[in-house]
């Protein structure tokens, strides 16, 4: 699939130092070391629906990373799927009574469209399940060759019990995830399951749903071999880090673990498994099912400016669960405003100290609170909030501006 542009990213003429993110399965810092390109995936979305700001807030997480890697000095190769046949989006496409093909293909368009005004960088594998299946065909067929799946009726489950290590992803105790599991779609009450955890890697066909050939009949792929076949594929094993919202933490993220690791023992399927926290409006979880959504698309299309957007989530950390407040938007607004007043003088406070607390933030878990507030002390100083205005250092905005760009991924 074709992603989406890439933007500029200006050299800096320091490095930033080695990433340390929080890894949901040791629930710890792991400082991450990669050995030649940092290898980073992250999950895409469902196209059925525009892109909320849950969605933007995960992907500019993940988008801190890849800057943060590239100021360390690695290259960074970036997968990412496009779940384009599930569900969810089938249901979808019958409710509206649009093809579900063509819906897939609006989304995610509008998706890249999002993504290109958030300066987001693109992957450099833009993958969907559909143009996957042949993957999926393959790493099913390797499961089956090592005793993990079984079929119940015309559907294939892969068995939880095949993993050893099922369940250090999450961490989850089995009582949890029996109870999570119908909320994101698992069947655990299903007749003939030989336990209720075990998930759907190939889906028979059924009626008015697409489906293609395969060893075991016509259907679908499931949802969690998707991701492990595309990543795979792509990045090998034991890749550095795959991430995603909290929401995935189990079963996809779990499964997919599961999946990877029984396929070629000895091999984890990630190293760091980094989640986003999940961003609410009108006191639940913002979600398509849900309907409390407020769409990039719909802020661009009134002339919101795409900084101001990716500033206000910049201003929470990215494993926080939080509040989206329309406030919050047009203080950003306010404060870009005062940025570009500060950086248009061209001298300013000294930048060095600043340029590497952004970038010692950023390595620090994404903290992008802090490594922006280090800017806003920047432009107090060099406004001169106090009355004593600092322009001390004659080349002060081109560095900070170079940073800024670079790391925090803001054109001001
Ligand atoms: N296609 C699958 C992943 S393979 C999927 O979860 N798609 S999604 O469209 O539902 O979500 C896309 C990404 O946005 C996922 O990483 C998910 O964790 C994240 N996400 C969804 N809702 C929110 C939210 N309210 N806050 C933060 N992130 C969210
Ligand atoms: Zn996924």
Same mark, same amino acid.
């Given at each position: 699939?074709?992603?989406?542009?890439?933007?500029? &990213?200006?050299?800096?003429?320091?490095?930033?130092? %080695?990433?340390?993110?929080?890894?949901?399965?040791?629930?710890?810092?792991?400082?991450?070391?990669?050995?030649?390109?940092?290898?980073?995936?992250? =999950?895409?979305?469902?196209?059925?629906?525009?892109?909320?700001?849950?969605?933007?807030?995960?992907?500019?997480?993940?988008? #801190? #990373?890849?800057?943060?890697?590239?100021?360390?000095? @690695?290259?960074?190769?970036?997968?990412?799927?496009?779940?384009?046949?599930?569900?969810?989006?089938?249901?979808?496409?019958?409710?509206?009574?649009?093809?579900?093909?063509?819906?897939?293909?609006?989304?995610?368009?509008?998706?890249?469209?999002?993504?290109? %005004?958030?300066?987001?960088?693109?992957?450099? @594998?833009?993958?969907?399940?559909?143009?996957?299946?042949?993957?999926? &065909?393959?790493?099913?067929?390797?499961?089956?060759?090592?005793?993990? &799946?079984?079929?119940?009726?015309?559907? #294939?489950?892969?068995?939880?019990?095949?993993?050893?290590?099922?369940?250090?992803?999450?961490?989850?105790?089995?009582?949890?995830?029996?109870?999570?599991?119908?909320?994101?779609?698992?069947?655990?009450?299903?007749?003939?399951?030989?336990d209720p955890l075990d998930c759907v890697v190939w889906r028979g066909r059924?009626? $008015?749903?697409?489906?293609?050939?395969?060893?075991?009949?016509? $259907?679908?792929?499931?949802?969690?071999?998707?991701?492990?076949?595309?990543?795979?594929?792509?990045?090998?094993?034991?890749? !550095?880090?795959?991430?995603? $919202?909290?929401?995935?933490?189990?079963? @996809?993220?779990?499964? =997919?673990?599961?999946?990877?690791?029984?396929?070629?023992?000895?091999?984890?399927?990630?190293?760091?498994?980094?989640?986003?926290?999940?961003?609410?409006?009108?006191?639940?979880?913002?979600?398509?099912?849900?309907?409390?959504?407020?769409?990039?698309?719909?802020?661009?299309?009134?002339?919101?400016?795409?900084?101001? &957007?990716?500033?206000?989530?910049?201003?929470?950390?990215?494993?926080?669960?939080?509040?989206?407040? *329309?406030?919050?938007?047009?203080?950003?607004?306010?404060?870009? /405003?005062?940025?570009?007043?500060?950086? %248009?003088?061209?001298?300013?406070?000294?930048?060095?100290?600043?340029?590497?607390?952004?970038?010692?933030?950023?390595?620090?878990?994404?903290? /992008?609170?802090?490594?922006?507030?280090?800017?806003?002390?920047?432009? *107090?100083?060099?406004?001169?909030?106090? $009355?004593? /205005?600092?322009?001390? !250092?004659?080349? %002060?905005?081109?560095?900070?501006?170079?940073?800024?760009?670079?790391?925090?991924?803001?054109?001001?």
């Open positions: 699939m074709r992603a989406w542009p890439s933007p500029d &990213i200006p050299t800096l003429s320091v490095a930033g130092p %080695a990433v340390t993110l929080h890894d949901t399965a040791s629930r710890g810092p792991v400082t991450t070391s990669p050995e030649g390109s940092a290898r980073l995936y992250v =999950c895409g979305i469902t196209p059925y629906d525009a892109t909320h700001l849950g969605h933007a807030a995960t992907y500019v997480a993940f988008d #801190l #990373l890849n800057r943060a890697w590239r100021s360390a000095g @690695h290259d960074v190769v970036y997968v990412q799927n496009v779940t384009d046949v599930d569900d969810p989006l089938l249901e979808r496409a019958a409710k509206v009574k649009v093809d579900w093909v063509e819906l897939a293909e609006r989304e995610t368009e509008l998706f890249r469209q999002d993504m290109t %005004a958030l300066r987001v960088l693109p992957p450099a @594998h833009y993958v969907g399940a559909v143009e996957s299946i042949p993957l999926v &065909i393959d790493l099913i067929g390797r499961l089956d060759e090592l005793g993990a &799946i079984y079929r119940v009726e015309d559907d #294939l489950y892969y068995s939880v019990s095949a993993d050893p290590a099922f369940g250090a992803e999450s961490g989850w105790t089995r009582e949890r995830m029996l109870e999570i599991y119908p909320e994101r779609g698992g069947d655990p009450e299903r007749p003939g399951k030989k059924r009626e $008015g749903e697409p489906s293609w050939e395969s060893p075991w009949g016509p $259907g679908r792929p499931g949802w969690h071999v998707e991701c492990t076949a595309i990543a795979q594929e792509h990045l090998g094993g034991a890749f !550095d880090v795959q991430g995603g $919202g909290s929401d995935l933490v189990f079963p @996809h993220h779990e499964m =997919c673990a599961g999946h990877a690791q029984v396929a070629v023992p000895g091999t984890p399927f990630a190293q760091v498994y980094s989640h986003g926290g999940m961003v609410g409006y009108d006191g639940e979880k913002m979600s398509k099912s849900r309907g409390n959504l407020v769409f990039v698309s719909a802020l661009r299309n009134s002339d919101v400016d795409p900084m101001a &957007i990716r500033l206000a989530l910049m201003r929470h950390h990215y494993r926080a669960d939080w509040e989206w407040v *329309d406030e919050e938007l047009w203080t950003a607004v306010d404060d870009l /405003a005062r940025w570009r007043r500060a950086l %248009a003088l061209g001298a300013g406070a000294p930048a060095a100290p600043v340029v590497e607390e952004v970038l010692t933030a950023l390595a620090d878990d994404l903290d /992008a609170p802090r490594a922006l507030a280090a800017v806003d002390s920047w432009v *107090d100083a060099t406004l001169g909030t106090d $009355g004593l /205005a600092d322009t001390s !250092d004659p080349d %002060a905005a081109v560095q900070l501006l170079g940073v800024i760009d670079a790391a925090l991924g803001l054109l001001v």
